[in-house]
């Protein structure tokens, strides 16, 4: 009579299947961030609310369809902006920034003065009612 | 060992929130001091193409639709930021129009989405 020596149940290793945890685990961990959106935010003036506000305290920028800046009715460099617009912050905190576009303006060149302003630390950013064309 | 890892594999599963929509084709601008959103819950995206296109939740509005639509979800959720994903060629007409609808469905949390500068740009 042949013994059959009986093999030992055979068990498969699974000392693996922590390290495929740890994988899925990390790459959870990575994706859970990647779809932050970012951007720069701005508070809308609300409707209607037109605040009587002394003249003193805003300063217009204006925009032209080829994205040419007026600051203060004086034609200016777009990556001047922050400059100008930090050192009158320093002389008058409440400065009102009010910006105002020209409907065939580039939204590009819109948010590059936006910028400028945000790097200025500017808060008070109000954009104008479009004027009836 | 191997348990904790599944628990907080569970956890990030569950907690990863996946994108719902799949938004218009638009080049996105770039900016310099970009932040990142508040809250993912409490946003919603607008997304406006340079030939004049809006859509919201992947479905395509007329510009005189963005206030209602904006207004019922300023109703649901009063935090809601508003994502605004254009395109950089967009003209500011549509941009200006979108503004007064959100200001009309007073909706005025909004954030230009945009990708960071490449430094030397």
Redesign the interface.
Same mark, same amino acid.
């Given at each position: 009579m042949i013994k059959k020596k009986r093999r030992p149940p055979q068990e498969i290793n699974s000392s693996s299947m922590a390290d495929i945890a740890f994988l899925l685990l990390v790459f959870f961990l990575v994706t859970t961030t990647i779809s932050m959106d970012k951007g720069i935010s701005l508070v809308l003036p609300s409707e209607g609310n037109e605040l009587e506000v002394n003249r003193k305290n805003i300063v217009n920028i204006l925009m032209n369809e080829s994205g040419k800046v007026l600051l203060d009715d004086k034609p200016t460099r777009v990556e001047a902006i922050h400059g100008i617009v930090e050192r009158k912050i320093a002389g008058n905190p409440n400065l009102i920034f009010s910006v105002q576009t020209h409907p065939r303006t580039k939204y590009q060149d819109y948010l590059r003065v936006l910028d400028q302003l945000k790097e200025a630390k500017a808060t008070k950013i109000s954009i104008a009612n479009p004027p009836a064309f | 060992? *191997?348990d904790i890892? =599944?628990m907080?594999?569970i956890f =990030? &599963?569950v907690?990863?929130?996946m994108?719902e929509y799949e938004g218009l084709d638009v080049i996105m *601008?770039r @900016?310099? &001091?970009?932040? +990142?959103?508040e809250s993912?819950r409490h946003?919603t995206y607008v997304w406006a193409t340079k030939d004049g296109l809006i859509s919201v939740d992947d479905r395509i509005i007329h510009i005189n639709d963005l206030a209602g639509l904006m207004y019922n979800k300023v109703a649901k959720d009063p935090k809601v930021?508003v !994502?605004? #994903?254009?395109?950089? +060629?967009?003209? &500011? #007409?549509l941009?200006?129009d979108i503004?007064?609808q959100?200001?009309?469905a007073?909706?005025? +949390?909004? !954030?230009? !989405? @945009?990708?960071? +500068?490449k430094p030397g740009s």
């Open positions: - | 060992m *191997p890892i =599944f907080l594999l =990030f &599963m907690t990863t929130v994108r *601008p @900016a310099k &001091m970009i932040e +990142k959103l993912k946003t930021t !994502s605004l #994903k254009s395109d950089e +060629k967009t003209t &500011m #007409k941009i200006t503004h007064t959100l200001r009309t007073n909706a005025l +949390k909004l !954030s230009y !989405s @945009a990708l960071t +500068k």
